[in-house]
């Protein structure tokens, strides 16, 4: 917006409605008003400039080794777990007998080690927990027994849940003795099959690791612990052999999934049949083009994922596929080629339950700190924080119960709200304060009992 | 069905970011707590704005900044004004002003500060110190003069 000058040379810049975020492709003096150059640790709430949340610590961690992930999840008997990984298995918060909120509330429940470099890709299904993370293995938890488990009941020797029979190995892997134990990268599930990308295959009677770098393997339709094509063929396998490179994430939205790869992304759905229980659709398989190029930085929440391409950011929908890298792409990508770790990135609705900041966020681990980059997906603009000084994020970030009972202070609420006497509009608690006191006064002067 | 091997409540929710600390390799949970405020205590924080021209080729005085902001808590703001005299040297200031109440009233507030910088290309950014409080901006303009006559032989 123009300056606005009077003839005797008086002007005003004004900046209000604070919604535009970071702008690093137009030079600084031809930005919009609403946009910044440069920013740090400032959000935009509400149409206002606010300086970010504090960014605090909550629990230490189990152990010493870089955490992999955390997540929350219910169990058959409706009772909610939080855990999370770390290179010697799975953790649970505030087991029983122990004190929720205490500053070390983890138990171990062991399970197979994770490789120690790699997030962790989860899933529940059917009330248990089912996870992996590039191993040879697919572990899970019904948060009932005492310890998670890599074996499966019916293929002796395993050691995943994904596994093959000694009888069967040969027909599914050629060449091989059996038992098979499968894991993958990535683990996802559409239409009650589990689906495991970028598949591992550790034949335990030989020894020798299999790496299948461009295989989707899924289970039995509503069978998590069914994997063997040879004895139930609706589990299945398909190795995307007319395309370049690997697989490089997987997300489903409820009806369909989409699968990604370096250069490309598959579009796989549902077809009823039980022999070929999907379909896929490569929207593209040339040698170069859009795909998703850092395997966690893909997400979903819903119907909506966000994945990095090797130009651009992009937002998918059911029906839409947009770039929202915005003007503030260059600076993004910058960070990520200076990433001394695993960029992560997540999308998540609220920082705590009642304050919603609705944003798919990069995080980029720099040495010495992490930076990240917030999207408002409501808003549509971007602003990158800096966290505490010396930390480095090892896993996605996720929204889980934590079982402590808080109460949000009122500079966190929108005024007139999450207060008895509020409105739910704009009528501040400062104002009832100043009524009550008021009409105290009156009574008092009138003689009327309080 | 056998019992529930722990478990956690849903009273309370938060999304927790799995951190390691560079030095020492101790392990934690952190989060963007809005229950804990938003005066982060261990990083600061910046906000610029557009360089503005004003005029072309005048050089302008800023004489005032008006802030307009949500009080929520006491801080402490910079006002730091960067711009490029003739010689192409570039020139800066910064104006510290304190915004708030002790006890916050979460209500707009204003707050008017003397600035006085003359330069060509001026830029504001806000800096916001660790620990230097709270700051909720709803609206900042900044006051001035130019000369408006041909400055040019």
């Known amino acids: ?450 | 069905m056998a019992q529930s091997n722990g478990g956690v409540s849903t009273v309370s929710r938060l999304t927790l970011f799995p951190m390691q600390e560079t030095a020492g390799g101790a392990t934690g949970f952190y989060a963007f707590d809005p229950s804990a405020g938003y005066d982060e205590s261990q990083s600061g924080g910046f906000y610029s704005f557009k360089i503005e021209e004003v005029l072309p080729g005048r050089t302008p005085t800023i004489g005032q900044a008006i802030i307009k902001y949500r009080d929520l808590g006491v801080a402490v703001l910079g006002l730091m004004f960067t711009g490029v005299q003739d010689d192409q040297q570039i020139v800066s200031k910064t104006v510290m002003t304190m915004l708030g109440n002790l006890v916050p009233t979460n209500r707009i507030m204003t707050k008017i500060v003397g600035v006085g910088f003359t330069a060509k290309d001026v830029q504001l950014t806000l800096q916001r110190g660790a620990g230097a409080g709270p700051v909720s901006i709803v609206k900042l303009v900044l006051c001035g003069r130019v000369e408006t006559k041909q400055e040019f032989s």
């Not at chain 1, 399970?111 to 899933?123: A, D, H, L, R």
């Not at chain 1, 549509?380 to 934590?402: A, C, K, M, S, Y």
Request: net charge negative; aromatic share 14%.
């Open chain 1, 1 to 450: 917006m123009a300056v606005a000058i009077k003839s005797d040379g008086y002007f005003e810049i004004s900046y209000s409605g604070f919604d535009g975020g970071l702008n690093v492709q137009e030079p600084e003096s031809e930005i919009d008003d609403n946009f910044t150059p440069a920013a740090s640790n400032f959000q935009l709430r509400n149409k206002e400039l606010r300086s970010r949340p504090s960014f605090t610590k909550k629990y230490s961690g189990p152990g010493r080794s870089p955490i992999l992930g955390v997540f929350s999840f219910v169990d058959a008997n409706s009772v909610t777990h939080t855990v999370c990984w770390d290179s010697t298995g799975l953790w649970q918060l505030a087991p029983a007998g122990q004190p929720v909120g205490a500053l070390t509330p983890w138990t171990q429940l062991f399970g197979p080690n994770p490789v120690p470099t790699n997030p962790i890709s989860y899933k529940a299904y059917a009330q248990t927990l089912y996870y992996t993370n590039g191993g040879s293995f697919l572990a899970s938890w019904d948060g009932i027994s005492l310890a998670a488990t890599g074996a499966n009941s019916g293929v002796a020797g395993s050691t995943s849940i994904a596994a093959v029979s000694v009888a069967d190995a040969p027909t599914v892997l050629p060449g091989s003795t059996g038992p098979l134990s499968i894991g993958g990268l990535f683990l996802s599930e559409l239409d009650n099959h589990l689906l495991l990308a970028n598949v591992t295959v550790l034949d335990n009677g030989a020894g020798v690791t299999y790496n299948f770098p461009n295989r989707l393997w899924w289970s039995a339709n509503g069978l998590p612990a069914q994997w063997d094509f040879a004895a139930n063929t609706n589990a299945g396998e398909n190795d995307f052999l007319d395309v370049p490179d690997n697989i490089t994430g997987i997300i489903t939205t409820g009806a369909a999934g989409y699968l990604f790869r370096t250069n490309g992304i598959t579009f796989f759905d549902p077809t009823g049949n039980g022999l070929l229980p999907f379909q896929f659709d490569h929207l593209w398989a040339s040698e170069h083009g859009i795909g998703n190029v850092l395997p966690w930085s893909i997400h979903s929440y819903g119907s909506v994922g966000c994945f990095i391409s090797t130009e651009q950011i992009y937002k998918l929908g059911i029906s839409s596929f947009d770039p929202i890298g915005g003007k503030a792409r260059d600076a993004i990508m910058a960070d990520l080629a200076l990433a001394s770790g695993n960029p992560i990135a997540a999308i998540v609705p609220t920082e705590s339950r009642g304050y919603i900041y609705y944003t798919y966020r990069i995080s980029i681990p720099l040495a010495t700190f992490t930076r990240v980059y917030m999207y408002d997906l409501e808003l549509n603009h971007w602003l990158p924080f800096w966290d505490v000084p010396g930390l480095i994020q090892t896993g996605r970030e996720e929204e889980v119960w934590t079982g402590i009972l808080q109460a949000l202070p009122p500079s966190t609420q929108p005024p007139g709200t999450a207060s008895l006497v509020g409105t739910g509009g704009n009528y501040s608690q400062y104002y009832a304060n100043l009524a009550n006191y008021y009409l105290r006064q009156y009574y008092t002067q009138v003689g009327y009992p309080l």
